[in-house]
Each structure stands twice: as C-alpha cells, then as structure tokens.
T-cell receptor, first 114, second 121 residues
Framework: GDSVTQMEGPVTLSEEAFLTINCTYTATGYPSLFWYVQYPGEGLQLLLKATKADDKGSNKGFEATYRKETTSFHLEKGSVQVSDSAVYFC?????????????FGSGTRLLVRP | GAVVSQHPSWVICKSGTSVKIECRSLDFQATTMFWYRQFPKQSLMLMATSNEGSKATYEQGVEKDKFLINHASLTLSTLTVTSAHPEDSSFYICSPLVFRVSGGLSYNEQFFGPGTRLTVL
C-alpha cells in the first residue's frame, strides 16, 4: 500500500540556519503531496502542497518540490526562526482514491534555538 | 482557514468507563469527517471515516463496537471510546473534509482539530 517515510528527529538548528527535512513516498496511483505543521498545543495545519510532478509548493518561506523520479518531497527553508519550532508531517493523498484519505509520515520535530 | 474545536482537550478516566469526544466545525459544514489517533512520537493513524447521516467506515484493525462514531449533523461529530482500557490512552484528532469552489475549480480541503488527550488509568 501507499506509504510515506520521513527523516527521524529531532532536528535541532540555530536560528537562521538552512533546513531540510527529507520525505519519500510510495504510491501506486497519482498522489498529491502535502506538508503539515503542528505547533505545540495546536492541531495540524496545512503548510504547503503539490498536486503533480515538478510542482513546487511554498508558504512562509518553506518550499518543497514534487520529484516523481526520486519519489521525494523534501521540505526546505533557507533561514529558520525560533517560531518555526514544531512537528512537521509529510503526507500523501491518492487522487484516484475517492475517500480522500491522507497517509502521514511519522513526523519530524524541529527545534530552533536562538 | 476553518475553525475546528474538540472537547474535551484532555480527559482522564478509570478503566471500564466510556468517554465521548466532540468535534465541531465552527464556521463551515463538513459532510465527511476523519478520526485519527496519534501515539507519542508517532504518526497519525486513520481510525475511521464518517459521512453525515450514514455509518462510519472503519480501518482494518479498529474495533467499531469500541470506537463509536456519530456524525449526526454537518457541524458535529462524536467519537465515544467504550469500556476504555489503558491501551486506549492516546491523542485523538478529528479532521473534517470541506468541499470548496474557487475560481471555477472545485477541490476538497482537510482541516484538523486540536486533539483530545485521553488517559485511561
């Protein structure tokens, strides 16, 4: 079945450092790919998404490019802030699946220190 | 974005009791609701999918008689953990699916509640 694998955390960075969180996927259909962020004490929020190969999703300085050839959707940010500290989830949804289910990776905790 | 509330945000109960978790869509209507559970440092696992006015569809391995889901209206869904045991202790999250139309295009967007932490003693 479909699955998502993302790097284990926690990832600890200093403020203004470059961030990469790796995400790879396995899907039999034509997935849409997502990054969700969960701030402490809050629900998951959609950070960005891409619906087809070579699409780039971006939001709040974060970017991720849908790479079909490497089945990857790595999250990047050029300069992280303390406020970016959160748990990040990579997810996919098979567009051929009418149930709209999201399949999540295990999450990566990011801690940004001043 | 859409506002989703869950109540209670946390609950502690004795083994053998039942606990009801409410999920409300505050400024939109959702015909489909997903319920997830999340174990510490693990991903969200889909438990069931419910459509307003019909029975929920449970994922493999999830006991439908233990986790009762009611989606009686477009703004309220409930999850009842019956005869709870310590192994049911987890973080439960509701997620409504909203149908949207923008710029002539239609699409579905999924939102998430803040979660309910259940601890069964």
């Amino acid at each position: 079945g479909d699955s998502v694998t993302q790097m284990e955390g926690p990832v600890t960075l200093s403020e203004e450092a470059f961030l990469t969180i790796n995400c790879t996927y396995t899907a039999t259909g034509y997935p849409s790919l997502f990054w969700y962020v969960q701030y402490p004490g809050e629900g998951l929020q959609l950070l960005l998404k891409a619906t087809k190969a070579d699409d780039k999703g971006s939001n709040k300085g974060f970017e991720a490019t849908y790479r079909k050839e490497t089945t990857s959707f790595h999250l990047e940010k050029g300069s992280v802030q303390v406020s970016d500290s959160a748990v990040y989830f990579c997810a996919l949804s098979d567009r051929m699946d009418s149930s709209y289910k999201l399949i999540f990776g295990s999450g990566t905790r990011l801690l940004v220190r001043p | 974005g859409a506002v989703v509330s869950q109540h209670p945000s946390w609950v502690i109960c004795k083994s053998g009791t039942s606990v009801k978790i409410e999920c409300r869509s505050l400024d939109f209507q959702a015909t489909t609701m997903f319920w997830y559970r999340q174990f510490p440092k693990q991903s969200l696992m889909l438990m069931a999918t419910s459509n307003e006015g019909s029975k929920a569809t449970y994922e493999q391995g999830v006991e439908k008689d233990k986790f009762l889901i009611n989606h009686a209206s477009l703004t309220l869904s409930t999850l009842t953990v019956t005869s709870a045991h310590p192994e049911d202790s987890s973080f439960y999250i509701c997620s409504p699916l909203v149908f949207r139309v923008s710029g002539g295009l239609s699409y579905n967007e999924q939102f998430f509640g803040p979660g309910t932490r259940l601890t069964v003693l």
